[in-house]
């Protein structure tokens, strides 16, 4: 397909990544090989990744993970979704970090993996100037306990670098509120809070993450199944992390313009737009906006307007969030 107009040469900021969900097919597989380990269930013919649905894909997001070892192979990590940052035009990233798949929690490995993580994302801002921030994610089905060892992990790390606390996972797991814990933990360490919702779950669902104390939601799009609500997050100012190729390609909407972001734009909702797991989904940042401007006719001001919330709504302090305003 081709598209009237290319907005890969727009400056843009990406909020919502998860680091081994952006792992490109072919570093998993030779990571795999060199590792002898057989993961040939988990890609298709043409050597993409193969899921059925959201929790098939959580499953083969796991077993990608798995050949994920040590800090260097991290570093080698950030390196490979750093290159396909830069080359979609991304100035700044916040990526998702969990101590379930490095460090299995334990802070002492915690801080090894993020050291090397930082390492490597330092050498590509100097290379390509694209400047890496990590939010930490507890995963909601791996349950309260774990995601009470994350935060503290979390709030060990807090700081210059590591920037937010989230949850991520199968949405329709557990109640936000068995969660409240871990995120009054980081928020006393001072970390920003996100939390994935609306993805799976219907309006209710936003409403009882917004329970947590976030400040931004993952995805968030099903608010738009209830109006009050949607006033309420443009009244709040709540910023929600939306990733619409994502939602399309796990069949959250059929089609790009059956997508609710520009309605809960046009509503008033500080709406930003990123790729989740970009290679699961078969996309990048530069499709994303492609795509977006196909679908509702945006042009280059709407998408300045959205890359300026993006900038505001990041969690950096504020002489980097001045670098990329
Ligand atoms: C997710 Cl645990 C996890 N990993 C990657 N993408 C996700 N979306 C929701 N949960
Ligand atoms: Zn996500």
Not at 205 to 211: F, G, M
Request: some cysteine; overall charge negative; charged content about 30%.
């Amino acid at each position: 397909e081709e598209f009237p107009v290319s907005l890969s040469h727009l400056p843009k900021v990406e909020l919502h990544l998860h680091l081994e969900g952006a792992a490109p097919p072919a570093f998993i597989r030779g990571l795999a090989k060199e590792k002898s380990v057989d993961l040939s269930g988990i890609f298709d013919e043409r050597g993409a990744y193969k899921y059925k649905d959201f929790w098939d894909f959580l499953k083969v997001y796991e077993a990608a993970t798995s050949v994920l070892e040590t800090p260097e192979d991290y570093a080698r990590l950030t390196t490979a979704v750093l290159e396909e940052s830069a080359a979609s035009g991304v100035i700044y990233g916040e990526t998702f970090l969990s101590p379930d798949f490095c460090g299995g929690r334990d802070v002492g490995a915690w801080r090894e993996y993020l050291a090397a993580i930082r390492e490597a994302a330092d050498r590509a801002e100097a290379r390509d100037g694209v400047v890496l921030r990590g939010i930490i994610t507890c995963i909601r089905h791996f349950g309260p306990e774990k995601a009470r060892e994350t935060a503290v992990c979390a709030a060990e790390t807090a700081g210059d670098w590591i920037v937010g606390f989230g949850i991520a996972g199968d949405e329709l797991a557990g109640k936000p509120q068995d969660f409240a814990w871990s995120f009054d933990c980081a928020r006393e360490a001072g970390l920003n809070l996100t939390a994935h919702a609306g993805e799976w779950g219907g309006p209710e669902s936003v409403r009882d993450a917004l329970t947590l104390g976030v400040t931004r939601i993952g995805h968030g799009v099903r608010a738009i199944e209830d109006l009050a609500l949607v006033d309420r997050l443009a009244e709040d100012g709540i910023v929600l992390e939306v990733c619409p190729g994502s939602n399309v390609a796990l069949g959250v909407y059929r089609r790009w313009r059956d997508h609710p972001i520009s309605k809960l734009y046009e509503r008033g909702v500080k709406v930003t737009v990123s790729t989740d797991d970009p290679p699961f989904f078969h996309t990048t940042m530069n499709n994303e906006y492609d795509r977006l401007a196909d679908a509702f006719d945006w042009d280059e001001g709407a998408f300045a307007d959205i890359a300026r919330t993006s900038a505001e709504a990041a969690f950096c302090d504020g002489e980097t969030r001045a670098r990329i305003l």
